[in-house]
């Protein structure tokens, strides 16, 4: 049972990336999926977050409007599309699943059944 993140790279100022989040030995049919990032001497902070019925998604103040969190169930995946990127978004990202958790819940800080590994993201010129 795990969560992967993938995706990550390197990207100029104003560029664009798309994460996912794969499961594996489980379905997230029944989990709400948050995304986080933690920078080099920055604690970890809360990036998006979409329920498990997919009707409802939660966003960070840094990234409203630039970022925008999506599933689809059937492929159990989970993407961040990040768009607008800006230095200061340079991060590992990762993903964790709760339990039928609200979107704002994992904003909260609720805490996590699963959490992934991540994938790192570098914004720079």
């Known amino acids: 049972v795990q969560l992967q993140a993938s995706g990550g790279g390197l990207v100029q100022p104003g560029g664009s990336l798309r994460l996912s989040c794969a499961a594996s030995?489980?379905?997230?049919?029944?989990?709400?999926i948050g995304w986080f990032r933690q920078a080099p001497g920055k604690e970890r902070e809360f990036v998006a977050a979409?329920?498990?019925?997919?009707?409802?998604?939660y966003y960070a103040d840094a990234v409203k409007g630039r970022f925008t969190i999506s599933r689809d169930n059937a492929k159990t995946t989970v993407y961040l599309q990040m768009n607008s990127l800006k230095p200061e978004d340079t991060a590992v990202y990762y993903c964790?699943?709760?339990?039928?958790?609200?979107?704002?819940?994992?904003?909260?800080?609720?805490?996590?059944?699963?959490r992934g590994q991540g994938t790192q993201v570098t914004v720079s010129s």
């Open positions: 964790a699943a709760r339990f039928r958790a609200t979107a704002q819940a994992m904003g909260a800080g609720t805490p996590v059944d699963y």
């Open positions: 030995g489980f379905t997230l049919d029944d989990y709400t």
């Open positions: 979409i329920s498990w019925s997919g009707g409802s998604t």
